[in-house]
């Protein structure tokens, strides 16, 4: 079970923090991946992070202000946004992609 948090609201150029807290398999094992969907657009990928968080990717749209980042002590990876933008908003979803586990999603709106 992949489980996110730490959406909501927030203004253009602010930050918000996502998390995603595994339970259920083995967490360590499998690389991890952020997902977004905004309303009639197709999934795309935000970023990633192999299973030790030795190499990590970005979409082009959030290169240089997301960053993604993992504990596998405590099952979770996370993602740092910061200077968000209206097209940013969108729903979030984890990824565990070896084995193709997907979160429910979190709603990130960026609005004044």
């Known amino acids: 079970q992949l489980v996110e948090s730490g959406g909501g609201l927030v203004q253009p150029g602010g930050s918000l923090r996502l998390s995603c807290a595994a339970s259920?398999?083995?967490?360590?094992?499998?690389?991890m991946r952020w997902y977004r969907q905004a309303p009639g657009k197709e999934r795309e990928l935000v970023a990633g992070?192999?299973?030790?968080?030795?190499?990590?990717i970005y979409g082009d749209s959030v290169k240089g202000r997301f960053t993604i980042s993992r504990d596998n002590a405590k099952g979770t990876v996370y993602l740092q946004m910061n200077s968000l933008k209206p097209a940013d908003t969108a729903v979030y979803f984890c990824?565990?992609?070896?084995?193709?586990?997907w979160g429910q999603g979190t709603q990130v709106t960026v609005s004044s």
């Open positions: 992070i192999t299973s030790a968080g030795s190499t990590t």
């Open positions: 259920g398999f083995t967490f360590s094992m499998y690389e």
């Open positions: 990824m565990a992609v070896e084995i193709r586990y």
